[in-house]
C-alpha cells in the first residue's frame, strides 16, 4: 500500500491545459459541426462509442480520451455503457453492413435530443474502406450525423477539440 | 538440419500412404512448397497431425479454370506449404477440420467467400457471412462485383443455430454485437448456472469490411496501406507482412537499414499494445492504480512515436521495399531515454502490483488455458506462450532483423490470466532489449529498394511476429503491378477460440478479465 501511494504522490498531476478551440482551428483541423449541443447539457455529457466496423485504430485513440493526459471526464464528458444514457453517439468505423442493424438500433434507442459524431476518416467518408457489398462507408450514409472528426485515427487531442467545439456555444 | 528432415520424413510418410507430392519452387527461406491432388487433402492433415505439425492458416484463391486451396503447417520454425487445385464447377474439397480443430472456422470463412464446400465439416454453419449478401453469392469469386447488391437495410443474422442449452437452472445470456465499453462489436453467447459459465459460443464477422475483395486491383503502395488497416493496432505487423509477401513476389530484399527500422517499429508496437493490455487488465478486476499508470506510460510512448515517425500508432511507416522515414542519432537518443524511463517506471509499478494481494486473487488460476487445448488449437503469441507453446516466428524462422540477434522467448506454463499478465510484462523487456540492439547495428545506408513489378502470377507468404504472434500473409499478383489476391491471418483467427475454452467454469463477471486477457482483434478475424 505503501509503495502505490508513493507512486500516486511522485506521479503527481500530469493533466494537462487544454483551451477551448476557435472556430478557425476546428476548421483547420478539418473538423465539420453542423448543429452544436444544448447550452444546457454543457458540464455533463454521456457519450456511447460504438464501434461500427472500425479497424480498432480509432478506438484507441478515444480510449486515450481518458489517460491521465487528457482526462476528458473533467470537462464532464463521460462514456455510458447503454445508448438509454447517452446524449452523443461517437461513430467509429465505416459502418459494416453487418453492424448497420446494430447501429441504427443503437441510434433508435437514444433518447432526444440526440447527436451523432463520427469520427475518423472511416466514419467521416468511407475511408481506406469506402463502400462496397461489405460496407456502407460513411456514418451519415446510414444516421445523420452533426458533426466530423477526420484523422486516421484522429489523435485524442483533435478528438477533445472537437467534443469542445461541439459543446461551445 | 533437424528441420529439413522433417518435411523428408514427412514426405516419405505422405508416399506411403499413397500420396504424390509435386514440390514446388519455395519463395522464401524456412518454406517449402508443395502441391497435391485434391482427394487427398484429408490425409494429409491427418498424417500432418500425426508428425505433431502445426496448422497455421488456410486460403482460397480463384485462377482462371480452377480454385486453389492452400494450406500452411509448421514445425520447429520450418513451414510448408501445401496447395491443391479443383475444378471452378465442383468446388468441393474434404475437410480438414475434421482433423485439426484450428482449421474450422478457416474453412467455414473459405465456403462463404469461395462457395468451396468442405465435406464432412463438422460444424456447417456460415461464419463471416451474415445477412449482407446471399448464401448462394460468393463475394471472393471473380464474377462477383465489388459493390454488391446489398438491400437498402442489410437486416440482422437471426438464423444463426446457436448451441443451446436445457436443464433445470441453465440459462443463456447473449451479449453484443455492440458492448458496454469502448471496443470491437462482436456476439458472445453465455450458457451459465447460477454465476458459472457452462458454454461459450463466439459469433463473429460484424465488422467484415470486404477487406480481401476490396485490396484487388491495388498497387503495392495502396495495399500497404491497406494492410495497416487490417487491425489497426497491429498496423506494423499486418503491413510488414504484406510488404513482405510483396517484395517476395517482386524479387526484391530490403536494405539491411530498413530491416532494422522495421524491427524498431514492430518492438515499438509491442510494447505500446502490451502496455495498454497491462492496465486494461488490472481495470477489468477495478484495481484503477494499474490502469492510470499503464495508460499514461502508453501515452508518453506513443507521444515519441508521432514526434519522430509522424504518426502515434505507426501507420504508414512500412512500405513496399522498405520504410518511408529514417531515424538520426537524436532519434536513437529519444528511443533509448524512453526505454531507460520505462525500465524505471516498470520497476515501480511492477513490484506494487506483484505485492498486491487482491489482484493475485483475481488473476491467478482465473481464465485457465491448458497446454493441450493452446496446442490443438494452435494458439499463438502470448496467449500461447502463456500456456507452453513454445514459439516464436523472430526466433524459430528468422527474418531480417532478427536473424542479427539472439531472440529470448518469454515462456510460461500456468496458463491463467497472470500468467498473461507476466509474459506481457517479459516481451516488454524483450523488446526494448531489442530496440536497444537493433539500434546499435544501424549503419549509413539506403532505407528502401527501388520497386520491381512483379511478373503476372508471382505470389508471396510474407510471414512475422506481431504483437499478437505470428501473422501470415498471401499476396498474389495480377498483370500490370496489380494485386489480385490478398490473405491475411491475423493471430486473432486461432486465438479467439481459446478464450470459448478458457471461460469455462469461470464466474460470468470474470467474463471481461479473461476476454481482456486473450485480447483478440474482431477486426484482423473479420476482415
Ligand atoms: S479512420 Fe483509420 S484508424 Fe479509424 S477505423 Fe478507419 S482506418 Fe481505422
Known amino acids: 500500500m505503501f509503495r502505490l501511494f508513493t507512486k500516486i504522490l511522485s506521479t503527481g498531476i500530469v493533466t494537462e491545459r487544454i483551451k477551448a478551440p476557435k472556430d478557425a482551428e476546428l476548421e483547420q483541423l478539418g473538423i465539420e459541426i453542423k448543429r452544436h449541443i444544448d447550452r444546457r447539457f454543457s458540464g455533463s455529457i454521456a457519450i456511447r462509442a460504438v464501434d461500427a466496423g472500425s479497424c480498432n485504430g480509432c478506438e484507441l485513440e478515444i480510449h486515450a480520451l481518458n489517460n491521465p493526459y487528457y482526462d476528458i471526464e473533467r470537462f464532464g464528458i463521460h462514456f455510458v455503457a447503454s445508448p438509454r444514457h447517452a446524449d452523443v453517439l461517437l461513430v467509429t468505423g465505416p459502418v459494416s453492413r453487418h453492424m448497420q442493424t446494430a447501429l441504427l438500433r443503437t441510434y433508435q434507442a437514444t433518447p432526444n435530443p440526440k447527436w451523432v459524431v463520427a469520427v475518423g476518416d472511416c466514419a467521416a467518408c468511407g475511408g481506406e474502406f469506402g463502400e462496397s457489398y461489405a460496407s456502407c462507408g460513411a456514418v451519415s450514409n446510414v444516421i445523420p450525423v452533426d458533426m466530423t472528426i477526420p484523422g486516421c485515427p484522429p489523435t485524442p487531442e483533435v478528438l477533445m477539440k472537437g467534443l469542445l467545439g461541439l459543446m461551445k456555444r | 538440419m533437424s528441420n529439413l528432415n522433417w518435411t523428408e520424413i514427412f514426405g516419405q510418410a505422405m508416399d506411403a500412404a499413397g500420396v504424390l507430392i509435386e514440390t514446388q519452387p519455395a519463395t522464401a527461406d524456412h518454406l517449402s512448397a508443395w502441391q497435391i491432388a485434391d482427394r487427398h487433402w484429408q490425409k494429409l492433415a491427418e498424417v500432418a497431425m500425426t508428425h505433431r505439425l502445426r496448422w497455421s492458416a488456410g486460403w482460397a484463391e480463384q485462377g482462371p479454370e480452377q480454385f486453389s486451396v492452400y494450406v500452411l503447417f509448421e514445425k520447429q520454425g520450418e513451414y510448408l506449404q501445401v496447395r491443391t487445385s479443383i475444378d471452378l464447377n465442383r468446388a468441393e474439397l474434404p475437410s480438414q477440420a475434421t482433423v485439426y480443430p484450428a482449421a474450422n472456422r478457416s474453412e467455414r470463412h473459405t465456403q462463404d467467400m469461395f462457395g468451396i464446400k468442405f465435406a464432412e465439416h463438422p460444424d456447417n454453419r456460415p461464419w463471416t457471412r451474415h445477412k449482407a449478401w446471399d448464401k448462394h453469392q ?241 494458439t499463438l503469441g502470448y496467449v500461447g506462450r502463456a500456456s507452453g507453446q513454445d514459439f516464436d516466428v523472430r526466433r524459430d524462422a528468422p527474418y531480417p532483423p532478427y536473424d542479427k540477434v539472439t531472440v529470448k522467448v518469454a515462456l510460461e506454463n500456468q496458463g491463467d490470466i497472470a500468467s498473461r499478465f507476466w509474459i506481457r510484462y517479459k516481451e516488454i523487456m524483450a523488446s526494448m532489449k531489442l530496440i536497444e540492439q537493433f539500434m546499435a547495428l544501424l549503419q549509413a545506408g539506403e532505407i528502401a529498394t527501388a520497386w520491381q513489378i512483379p511478373a503476372a502470377g508471382s505470389s508471396g507468404l510474407g510471414i512475422i511476429d506481431g504483437w499478437r504472434g505470428e501473422i501470415v500473409s498471401y499476396v498474389a499478383f495480377g498483370s500490370d503491378n496489380k494485386i489480385s489476391r490478398f490473405y491475411p491471418r491475423d493471430p486473432s483467427q486461432l486465438n479467439w477460440p481459446a478464450l470459448e475454452k478458457l471461460v469455462l467454469n469461470n464466474i460470468v463477471p470474470d467474463f471481461p478479465v479473461c476476454n481482456k486477457s486473450l485480447n483478440g482483434s474482431y477486426s484482423g478475424n473479420d476482415l
Not at chain 2, 462477383?144 to 440482422?156: K, L, M, N, Y
Not at chain 2, 503495392?220 to 497491429?234: I, W, Y
Request: net charge negative; charged share 25%; with cysteine.
Open chain 2, 138 to 378: 460468393y463475394p471472393l469469386r471473380k464474377a462477383f462485383a465489388v459493390q454488391g447488391q446489398p438491400e437498402a437495410i442489410t437486416p440482422p443474422d437471426l438464423d444463426y443455430a446457436f448451441v443451446k442449452s436445457h436443464g433445470a437452472g441453465t440459462y443463456e445470456i447473449p451479449v453484443g454485437p455492440i458492448h458496454a465499453g469502448i471496443i470491437e462489436p462482436g456476439h458472445f453467447r453465455f450458457q451459465a448456472v447460477g454465476e458459472l459459465i457452462l458454454n461459450l459460443e463466439e459469433r463473429f464477422g460484424y465488422t467484415h469490411k470486404g477487406i480481401e475483395k476490396i485490396a484487388e486491383g491495388r498497387t503495392p503502395e495502396s495495399l500497404a496501406r491497406l494492410a495497416g488497416r487490417v487491425s489497426g493496432d497491429t498496423t506494423v505487423g499486418h503491413a510488414w507482412a504484406a510488404c513482405k509477401a510483396m517484395e517476395q513476389a517482386a524479387n526484391i530484399s530490403i536494405p539491411p537499414r530498413a530491416a532494422l527500422l522495421r524491427g524498431i517499429l514492430a518492438e515499438r508496437e509491442r510494447v505500446a499494445n502490451h502496455l495498454g493490455d497491462i492496465g486494461a487488465i488490472c481495470n477489468d478486476v477495478a484495481f484503477t492504480f494499474a490502469q492510470i499508470q499503464f495508460s499514461r506510460l502508453r501515452e508518453d510512448w506513443l507521444r515519441t512515436q508521432a514526434n519522430i515517425f509522424g504518426h502515434r500508432l505507426l501507420m504508414d511507416c512500412i512500405i513496399p521495399g522498405g520504410v518511408k522515414h529514417d531515424i538520426g542519432e537524436a532519434d536513437c537518443d529519444a528511443f533509448k531515454a524512453d526505454n531507460v524511463r520505462l525500465r524505471k517506471e516498470l520497476s515501480d509499478i511492477i513490484t506494487t502490483l506483484d505485492l498486491n494481494s487482491s489482484l493475485e486473487d483475481r488473476l491467478y488460476t482465473a481464465g485457465f488455458l491448458s497446454e493441450d487445448i493452446a496446442a490443438a488449437f494452435g
